[in-house]
């Protein structure tokens, strides 16, 4: 039976109220309160208790666990199972004589043999404990240097990943001043085209003053010195002109 909350059923328990039971005696078959137990521990030193609060495994109370069913006198070897008189009864009714054709034999009889099982099944499992903890063993050293890979390894891919970002990044600076270079100099020739846009206008005067001066030496029949300094200063600064003109020219073609 399971571990829910049991009353004390001891013939003593009418006199302290329906109490909650703290023990139960295989022996005595007794659930006992707090009350109850400190008496049982008085009378009797030997008897196999459960202590209700402890005990985490189903509690063997020696009874079948069966509805109306006896004390576990009997054990079927076929299902290797305790049964009691009313499980191997002949008589086959609902809930009774479940092993009534069944290899059944006192619990005395059996004795031997499963404490001779036992003690074989002790070994395996000292055997197995044994093995068990060495895998275990092995087991945990695999993981911690399958761990300690991981974690180098994700070490080595950030490094890795690092060292790329920051080559990334310098390339990225080195393009870009590249570029800043490359356009500078475009930059530098966008004066030239607004000078050049200007060129047409000055050729055109320049030629057409230079027609003039010409035609007007040509007329004059006396060059005093006042006109003739003043067509020099014609002439010099058509050259001029010719000149920065030719300047811009170069620099267009560069």
Do not use: W
């Amino acid at each position: 039976m399971k571990n829910e909350k049991k009353k004390c059923n001891s013939n003593s328990s009418k006199e302290h109220g329906d109490a909650d039971a703290i023990i139960y005696c295989l022996e005595c078959n007794l659930y006992l309160c707090n009350k109850c137990e400190t008496l049982h521990s008085k009378l009797v030193s030997n008897h196999h208790i459960f202590n209700l609060d402890k005990e985490k495994e189903e509690i063997f109370t020696g009874y079948c666990k069966k509805e109306n069913h006896t004390k576990l006198n009997y054990f079927c070897k076929t299902h290797n199972e305790l049964c009691c008189s009313v499980c191997i009864a002949k008589i086959k009714n609902e809930g009774d004589g479940q092993h009534f054709d069944c290899d059944v034999c006192i619990i005395d009889d059996i004795k031997d043999n499963k404490i001779s099982k036992l003690k074989d099944n002790i070994k395996f499992l000292e055997k197995l404990s044994n093995s068990f903890q060495k895998s275990i063993k092995d087991l945990k050293a695999i993981f911690e240097a399958m761990n300690k890979s991981k974690e180098e390894l994700k070490i080595n891919i950030q490094q890795i990943f690092t060292k790329i970002r920051r080559e990334i990044n310098n390339r990225e600076d080195q393009l870009l001043i590249e570029v800043d270079k490359k356009f500078e100099k475009l930059f530098c020739k966008e004066d030239i085209v607004k000078e050049s846009e200007k060129l047409p206008i000055k050729i055109k005067d320049s030629l057409e003053k230079g027609k003039i001066i010409v035609t007007q030496q040509k007329e004059k029949e006396n060059n005093n010195k006042n006109n003739l300094c003043s067509l020099i200063n014609d002439c010099i600064k058509i050259e001029n002109v010719v000149k920065e003109i030719n300047i811009i020219n170069e620099n267009i073609n560069y």
